[in-house]
């Protein structure tokens, strides 16, 4: 069965500081997609990022970038230029091939020092 | 991307009661998914919600406790029953709607006392 690990619960960034999220995953497929989410305080799942893994490009989003590791099976997200509204659990995701359900890691928080 | 209306935002319900949540999509969607996150955890599906078929369940979770209906392309419900305090979650509704994509509900803050 497919896992996502998030060895970091919790982390935390000077504003304007590039601050780094680990993901890892197991799986045996090899065309799948992974997601990074933020959930903020008011709930709300907000897609941050998306990367294809038959894409080698590591996605990008603005002032948030993945690298994505295939081989090792590394999925980290990376936030530069922090701002204080990028205080929120994140949570990386994979997307079965089958079934197209997502299955989340245990999140980690971050939080954002002025 | 598609817009969700997820409701109630939060309910306090008593034990041995049932609570239905409805989630309302502004576009037809396929698949739906419910899932439950436990405070201070990560998001655990529930099951998958397919128009005109029975909803598949995740190893843990049976029809009895969580069933689900979902009449049409647009809409889905899901009942927690015979609450109890370990049902006090946040459950969140989500449809694949982009290109390998996902929105999520603004969730339901359920507690039970």
């Known amino acids: 069965a497919q896992t996502v690990t998030q060895s970091q619960p919790e982390m935390s960034v000077q504003e304007a500081e590039t601050v780094t999220l680990s993901c890892t995953y197991d799986?045996?497929?090899?065309?799948?997609?992974l997601f990074w989410y933020k959930q903020p305080p008011s709930r709300q799942m907000i897609l941050v990022i998306r990367?294809?893994?038959?894409?080698?490009q590591n996605a990008t989003e603005n002032r948030f970038s993945v690298n994505f590791q295939k081989a090792a099976k590394s999925f980290s997200l990376k936030i530069s230029d922090s701002q204080l509204g990028d205080a929120a659990m994140y949570f990386c995701?994979?997307?079965?091939?089958?079934?197209?359900?997502?299955?989340f890691g245990q999140g980690t928080e971050l939080s954002v020092k002025p | 991307s598609a817009v969700i209306s997820q409701k109630p935002s939060r309910d306090i319900c008593q034990r041995g009661t049932s609570l239905t949540i409805q989630c309302q999509v502004d576009?037809?969607?396929?698949?739906m998914f419910w899932y439950r996150q436990q405070p201070g955890q990560s998001l655990t599906l529930i099951a998958t919600?397919?128009?005109?078929?029975?909803?598949?369940?995740e190893s843990g979770f049976v029809i009895d406790k969580f069933p689900i209906s979902r009449p049409n392309l647009t809409f889905s419900t899901l009942t927690v029953s015979n609450l109890s305090p370990e049902d006090s979650s946040i459950y969140l509704c989500?449809?694949?709607?982009?290109?390998?994509?996902?929105?999520f509900g603004s969730g339901t803050r359920l507690t039970v006392v």
């Open positions: 989500s449809v694949a709607d982009q290109p390998y994509g996902y929105t």
């Open positions: 799986t045996s497929e090899s065309d799948y997609y």
């Open positions: 990367q294809e893994a038959y894409k080698q």
């Open positions: 995701a994979y997307r079965t091939p089958q079934g197209g359900k997502l299955i």
């Open positions: 576009s037809q969607v396929t698949m």
């Open positions: 919600a397919n128009q005109g078929s029975e909803a598949t369940y």
